[in-house]
């Protein structure tokens, strides 16, 4: 059996069906549509360098006046390229992939080519579309070929003259060569020269331009929010490494973080440490540490820190006393500086993002391995249309479209670090990238050079790894449901750390949030507006993705918050009325004063609305089970059944036509038992009680399943999934569900424990 080879940039394919194809460059002078004459053409230049419409001679203002046109024409018809692909052509295999989905094209005669085009001055990548023309009259064929392979990209090396026409670039998988180590020095001075955004908190200041006239001065850190403890790395043609208690040490040592900055490690522990700090030999570390004696991550930022110019490093590990104790099993060296997460990584020069490893031992400057492209590099020669001068060589790309997750996009503690941060570089699987609130780029691959985020648009170039500052275009509650959808997903060492581990984020929410005017208040992991009485409501309707996983062993949080389950979740979004209020609540802290960290047991809430019994809504309907949908937006939208119904057999009053349809979507297995056992025994239907919360019109009431006096708490409430309840076929003719809700149900106030 042939083994197929594997295609490089070092061994690019190459056979006999694309050798001979040339990548044509067309240089034009760009169409303009004049928006006071609608002249629609190519504007006339005059003597001066200017533009004018050639129609009513107004004067048009163009950044690059040549548009750059590239045509790869392939030498076969259709049937030539199905031919040259099923030899192993990858550049045809590519080609016949779009074109075999259009079954109109397998007959009669088509002239197919690669086409793109850009601008002279733009500096981001180039890449190909598939365009097909009838062989006859050359009228192009409007068929959407390009939906089913999207583009090739052109990549070039750097150096090569065809360069200049793309910014593609091969990946540059020595992570600690000088190549990627200019790229991060270049990325940070460009970033601390002239991003105006990358210099706030996250951009509460919303409508202030994205770059200054002129350059940027100095930026300085803010005594207060300078970490207590930070590591010296001396300098490099004098290293030291040594602990440093920043307010002990006095104003010289606060005035030189504060000019030159830090810069903080976000990374995986994996397991304990090696090395880390303890009260007994805090006063050791203040004297020197033996880099050997630290895990391969650590030893790794210690080196990139000094690479790009900075004498200051913090490391939780190294910087917060891991065992002092006090006596009933808490830390408070630990609680305090949690509790300051939010300025170390906010307000650090840098983050270095250790993306890769999995585990502290690991590091994450070994060479990367060649991931292989779905198609390519294929090498092709650029060349002139006109003269036919050959200008230089390119390579054709298609990346897979995905790729795997970095391990530290897996870690519930690290979602915060990262999303904090201003300027980050991110040590991914594949290569080096920056990311800031302002830009992105990587040392190679389709954007190389700082690129303006586009808002909204793409955060990131490695997914799951953005400051939170590029959802400056959504609400604040919007934004705390991307990151609370996203923190879910992750996993997290300590069942206890649920709310801890994402408290830096929430402080900084609520932050914006006040500084856009917005009386935000963060309640056991809800985001409320104290002005907006429905901003509970639509908290409150948050759904498991996956309802099979248990509730946490010890209490977290209260049943009516997602951080009560494990999991992924879906928040909440209120469609239309307000069909009932929070009246109170009440939360205590498990540290003194730290509001956005762990909770007490007994946290609680008043929720006064319109109630029905399961017995009631039995009595006009069928309950189904539904299943969550990963996909679904809204909730309940795209579920469909999945355990069959309920058995009715033990329910009273029932109709043979049931007029209602009862989705419920239990929030855990322990939650699912209790609802079928209440549901078992008509003697217990009164206890399950459906509260509604979001009104679909007239197509039905969403809301929540609560259990009155769950755990033989006389009086109290649990929550134990949603709900929507919706019509049935039987129901033409019949009131609507809203209006059989109201009118049916009680009012009363609930307390939700």
Known sequence: MKVPVVSTFKNPHSCRHCSGIHLDLDVRRPKLLCFWCDFDGVPKGTSHGKYICEQCTREFF?????????????????????????????????????????????????????????????????GLMVRVFDGVTGERVPVLVANGVGELDVYAFEGDA????????????????????????????GCLEGHTWCRTDQIIEIDMPRRPVGVLGGERVEYGDIPSRVLDLGRLDEPRLRLVETWEEGEELLGRISRGGFVALSYC??????????????????????????????????????????????????????????????????????????????????????????????GFLAPRAFSPFRTGPVCVLLRNHDTKEILGTVYLVEEHPSTPAEPITTRGWTLQESLLSRRILVFAQRQLYWSCVNSFAGAGGDVTVLTDRMIPGRRS?????????????????????????EYTRRFLGQEGDKLWAVGALAEQIVKVGRARGEKKRYVAGLLIDEEDKKSWLSALMW?????????????????????????????????????????????????????????KPGAWLRLRGTVMTAEEVGRYGVVVW?????????????????????????????????????KMLEDSPEDKEAIMTT??????????????????????????????????Q????????????????????????????FELGHTETLKII
């Open 62 to 126: 163009i950044r690059d006046n040549t548009e750059h046109h590239f045509t790869l024409k392939l030498g076969y018809d259709v049937e030539g390229i199905r031919d040259a692909a099923e030899e192993g052509c990858e550049l045809y295999s590519w080609v016949w992939r779009g074109i075999s989905r259009e079954d109109s094209l397998k007959k009669g005669k088509y002239r197919v080519e690669l086409y793109g085009w850009k601008t002279r001055g733009g500096r981001d990548g180039l």
């Open 162 to 189: 065809a360069g200049v026409y793309t910014s593609c670039r091969p990946y540059v998988r020595d992570v600690r060569s000088e190549e990627s180590m200019g790229f991060a020095r270049g990325c940070l001075r």
């Open 269 to 362: 522990w994996g397991g304990d440490q090696r090395a880390k700090l303890l009260s007994k030999n805090l006063d050791a570390y203040k004297r020197s540490i033996d880099p050997l004696s630290l895990d391969q991550t650590l030893q790794d930022a210690i080196w990139v820190a000094r690479q790009v110019g900075f004498q200051y490093l913090w490391i939780d590990a190294l910087c917060i006393i891991q065992d002092n104790l006090d006596g009933f099993g808490t830390n408070p060296d630990k609680a305090f500086e949690i509790t300051r997460m939010a300025s170390y990584y906010g307000r650090a020069t840098l983050t270095i993002l250790a993306a890769s490893a999995s585990a502290a031992a690991e």
């Open 461 to 485: 170039l490695v997914e799951g790894v953005y400051p939170v500052g590029s959802l400056i275009d959504t609400s604040t509650t919007a934004q705390w449901g991307v990151i609370v959808e």
């Open 543 to 599: 759904r498991p993705v996956d309802p099979g996983r248990k509730r946490p062993r010890r209490y977290r949080a209260p049943t009516w918050s997602w951080a009560g389950v494990n999991g992924e979740v879906r928040v909440g979004r209120l469609q239309n009325e307000e069909p009932a209020v929070v009246e109170d609540w009440g939360v205590e802290f498990a540290a003194k004063g730290a509001e956005y960290g762990a909770l």
């Open 626 to 662: 539904v299943k969550s949908d990963n996909t679904a937006m809204v909730l309940f939208q795209s579920f469909e059944p999945c355990d069959g119904p309920v058995d009715r057999s033990k329910w009273t009053g029932l109709s043979d036509q049931p007029l209602w349809e009862l």
């Open 679 to 712: 549901l078992a025994n008509s003697d217990f239907q009164s206890m399950l009680l459906l509260i509604a919360l979001d009104v679909w019109h007239t197509q039905g009431v969403a809301g929540i399943l609560v259990e009155r006096g769950a755990g033989d």
């Open 714 to 741: 006389t009086g109290l409430c649990q929550r134990r999934g949603s709900f929507f309840l919706e019509k049935t076929d039987y129901a033409r003719g019949h009131p609507d569900v809203k209006s059989n809700f």
